[in-house]
């Protein structure tokens, strides 16, 4: 007897290499009547960046805001890049946005937190070429979700 159907986590942000594993998942893992779930993971670091302060003097209105417009980003790029790209034979993913709210806590860490509360069958997910000294500095989320992660963990390949 088979058992209930598959629980398929995918991690996305707004690039073409994020947008080619969500299609190559689709269209070589998923199998009728499987779960998506399309994950995007918003860090905490982020809004330090863009408000250009340590995270740990952050003004509560100003990261607010930023998160806020973050969020609205995140949810037009997954409706342009991924929910649209699905055939109308599948059903729509159930979408999370996650704000990183620890600096503690890296993106794949939340990938792989988020992945064992769903009980995903994969985590699927692109590989970007940072380049030697971006990962050095700010790593690698596959490579996290790799050696940490509960769940088989499937990484596609940039261009």
């Given amino acids: 007897m088979e058992s209930a159907n598959r ?3 995918i991690a996305v942000d707004d690039s073409d290499d994020s947008q080619k594993a969500f299609q190559w998942t689709i ?3 998923y199998r009728d009547g499987d779960e998506l779930h399309v994950l995007h993971v918003v860090p905490r670091l982020a809004f330090a960046a863009r408000l250009g302060v340590p995270p740990v003097d952050f003004v509560p209105a100003a990261e607010n805001n930023t998160y806020e417009t973050a969020v609205q980003r995140a949810e037009q790029f997954i409706i342009d890049r991924f929910v649209q ?3 109308p034979s599948i059903k729509a993913p159930i979408v999370h946005i996650i704000k990183s709210e620890v600096d503690t806590e890296s993106v794949g860490h939340v ?3 988020k992945a064992e509360e769903l009980d995903a069958a994969a985590i699927c997910m692109a590989s970007h070429n940072k380049g030697r000294m971006a990962q050095f ?3 690698s989320v596959s490579q996290y979700c790799i050696h940490h992660s509960k769940r088989p963990v499937i990484i596609v390949p940039s261009r």
């Fill in 27 to 29: 269209d070589n893992i």
């Fill in 111 to 113: 990938l792989c937190k």
């Fill in 137 to 139: 500095f700010l790593g």
């Fill in 85 to 87: 790209a699905l055939p």
């Fill in 7 to 9: 629980v398929l986590v």
